[in-house]
């Protein structure tokens, strides 16, 4: 079974300021790559994905992840955050050959004015 | 324009007391997922069904049950809840082209369950 860390599990930053969450995963097979945003009282959406292609993958809302395959890595980056992105982040990995989603714990983003 | 619903938002049960947790979705989608989330944690799934093919994760404890009645509907039974399941319980959903494994969930925002 996969293993998803997200090393921070707060992260406060200043508004304007860049921002970089950190995710890695466990397995070295083939593997697809999302991260999810949970804003305080709804449900998670979609922010990016990676399927195949291209490792930087650009998302909505300005955000970017990066698939490093040798550090087992998708980092979300954003240059610039404003105080709407205070929210939970959650990165969450798939393998070829399951169908079973895995869930990091999340890093809470909070944006200092 | 809601697209995946959950009610109630927050539910407080009593230990052992049965409860029902519903979810709708008014994107036509034939996947829906039911993850558990508790604090400081991943969410957890549960059970997914494929139109009407219920998948059961290995290690769903049994007092967990499903019920999807149509397309649009599914329902998350839990028949003697312990302490231990007080929790965040997420319904997703997805249109399945490819694989589980590359779909697009849509997530409702969730139910709070407490015990007591």
């Known amino acids: 079974a996969q293993s998803v860390t997200q090393l921070d599990s707060q992260v406060p930053v200043f508004e304007e300021a860049p921002v970089e969450l950190r995710c890695n995963y466990s397995?070295?097979?083939?593997?697809?790559l999302f991260w999810y945003v949970q804003y305080p009282n709804q449900g998670l959406q979609l922010l990016l994905k990676?399927?195949?292609?291209?490792?930087l993958v650009k998302g909505i809302n300005g955000f970017e992840a990066e698939f490093n395959k040798s550090q087992t890595s998708f980092h979300l980056r954003k240059p610039s955050v404003h105080i709407s992105d205070t929210a939970e982040y959650f990165c969450?990995?798939?393998?070829?050959?399951?169908?079973?989603?895995?869930f990091g714990t999340g890093t809470s983003l909070t944006v200092i004015p | 324009d809601a697209m995946v619903i959950q009610n109630p938002r927050y539910q407080v049960t009593q230990f052992g007391k049965p409860v029902t947790l519903s979810c709708s979705q008014t994107?036509?989608?034939?996947?829906m997922y039911w993850y558990q989330q508790k604090s400081s944690q991943a969410p957890k799934l549960l059970f997914h069904?494929?139109?009407?093919?219920?998948?059961n994760e290995a290690d769903t404890p049994d007092n967990f049950q499903s019920r999807r009645p149509n397309t649009s509907f599914c329902f998350l039974d839990i028949r003697s809840p312990g302490l231990g399941d007080a929790a965040m319980y997420l319904c997703?959903?997805?249109?399945?082209?490819?694989?589980?494994?590359?779909?697009?969930?849509?997530f409702g925002p969730g139910t709070r369950l407490t015990v007591l």
């Open positions: 997703a959903t997805s249109s399945r082209w490819g694989t589980l494994s590359t779909d697009t969930q849509y």
């Open positions: 397995s070295s097979v083939s593997v697809y």
């Open positions: 990676y399927l195949s292609g291209s490792t």
């Open positions: 969450a990995v798939s393998e070829d050959t399951g169908n079973q989603f895995y």
């Open positions: 994107l036509n989608h034939n996947v």
């Open positions: 069904y494929y139109d009407k093919d219920f998948n």
